[in-house]
């Protein structure tokens, strides 16, 4: 545990350190405030409900989530420090747990910071307590699945531009999965699957303040097994 805080706060200092962490929170809050408010409309729609700013989230997250998480491993493979990382009295799950919570860390602080857009327009209609509630639950439960890929797909990459594209390829796909469907028109079970794997199919429910243990337990899985994958990479590489 001690490992992992150690990690968790050299992580964190060095994210706050540079500027990148302002920068990206700072466009990711403006991107989805005038999507919400000026693109979208929310006066002019005259209804009282926050879906279309939450529904746009797992897309912003495609860019958002590779943004945050492609300097974890692949930036100390770059500095040639990652074999000194490995060499640390400190264990591989402790390693990834400690860079995972960072990442993790900055997402969730993006998340916390978009109660500014409920909380200015809480006067100007009926919002339902249980639907807003869904929706960051859902947020959640996408940046802790995403920012796991992204760690993953870090560890696996040499340099931070093909962390950066190769997490956005992957989220990309996990978000648009469902709609491959209607595009390919693919049978039955193939169809299924892709839903299954939908982040964007899932997330709806949510951002109608639907919550099913189904969705829970399909992004906790991917989060632990995505976990488990880059210590297994580090292991692999650490023997090697």
């Known amino acids: ?16 350190n540079s500027p990148v962490a302002y920068v990206v929170l700072s466009a990711f809050l403006v991107f989805t405030s005038v999507w919400f408010f000026f693109i979208h409309d929310f006066f002019a729609a005259d209804v009282a409900s926050l879906r279309s700013y939450y529904g746009i989230m797992p897309i912003v997250f495609v860019v958002l989530i590779p943004a945050v998480t492609m300097r974890t491993w692949a930036e100390e493979r770059a500095a040639g420090t990652d074999e000194i990382l490995l ?50 639950i859902g947020l959640v439960l996408l940046v802790t699945a995403g920012t796991a890929v992204g760690g993953l797909v870090s560890s696996l990459s040499r340099h931070q531009i093909s962390a950066f594209v190769g997490t956005a390829l992957i989220l990309l796909f996990l978000t648009l999965a469902a709609e491959l469907n209607a595009v390919l028109e693919l049978a039955a079970v193939p169809a299924a699957v892709l839903r299954f794997l ?21 992004f906790a899985g991917l989060t632990v097994a995505a976990l488990y994958l880059t210590r297994a990479a580090l292991v692999a590489r650490k023997a090697r």
Do not use: C, W
């Not at 545990?1 to 706050?16: C, D, H, N, W, Y």
């Open 1 to 16: 545990m001690k490992g992992t805080l150690a990690v968790l706060r050299k992580e964190l200092l060095g994210s706050f």
């Open 87 to 136: 060499t640390l009295p400190v264990g591989e799950a402790s390693l990834v747990l400690g860079k995972y919570l960072a990442s993790l860390s900055l997402m969730l602080l993006a998340v916390v910071l978009t109660i500014f857009v409920p909380l200015s327009v809480r006067e100007l209609g009926q919002f339902e307590p249980g639907e807003i509630y869904g929706q960051y």
């Open 198 to 218: 939908s982040f964007d199919h899932r997330f709806r429910n949510l951002n109608r303040g639907v919550l099913d243990t189904r969705d829970l337990a399909y």
